[in-house]
């Protein structure tokens, strides 16, 4: 189950309206969520305690907040379009998603990196691994749908609000 919540959400509420998104699916999973029923892995990222097989990711950013609940492991990110720092291309793209990039009308490239972006996201959000995952490492190609080296994973994508938003969804195929 993924909900999203597009709208003018202040920047410090941001992270409390994915918190009420999170409650709202749990609701129709039958499940009363709490903040003391929540665990941490390794690495930061939380879970339920009590219900090892409800897996759970939250996203927030400039304007938009979403929440996914799923049966296996995860990861949920969303963004709003805007100009990329290009720097980070170095740090996050392969070198065919750079050639990838560099090709594309300058009127697309913004759009691009953000759909690469959210999927390198929602991936290493699944993983429980943060930003310390070398993201250059997962690689995709957007053309009529999603391809990528990742094995065990499913992709999804959703442009909204015209192009002004995009919000992107991995889920593991196979219990590790």
């Not at 959400?9 to 903040?35: M, V």
């Not at 490239?109 to 993201?135: C, H, N, Q």
Request: glycine content about 6%; charged content about 30%; overall charge negative.
């Amino acid at each position: 189950m993924i909900m999203i919540s597009v709208m003018d959400i202040p920047k410090g509420e941001q992270h409390t309206h994915a918190r009420a998104l999170l409650r709202e699916c749990l609701k129709k999973a039958n499940i009363d969520f709490s903040e003391d029923c929540l665990a941490f892995g390794e690495h930061g990222k939380p879970y339920l305690r009590d219900f090892p097989d409800v897996h759970f990711n939250l996203t927030h950013s400039n304007g938009i907040a979403a929440c996914m609940v799923s049966d296996c492991e995860c990861g949920i990110d969303a963004e709003a379009v805007r100009k990329f720092p290009e720097k980070v291309i170095r740090r996050v793209c392969s070198e065919k998603e750079k050639q990838t990039l560099e090709s594309l009308p300058e009127s697309e490239r913004d759009m691009y990196f953000f759909r690469l972006w959210t999927l390198k996201e929602a991936y290493v959000k699944m993983l429980g691994r943060g930003i310390s995952y070398p993201m250059s490492t997962a690689e995709f190609s957007i053309n009529d749908g999603i391809s990528t080296n990742i094995e065990d994973c499913t992709f999804s994508q959703y442009i909204l609000k015209g192009g002004r938003f995009v919000v992107s969804v991995c889920r593991r195929t196979v219990d590790r």
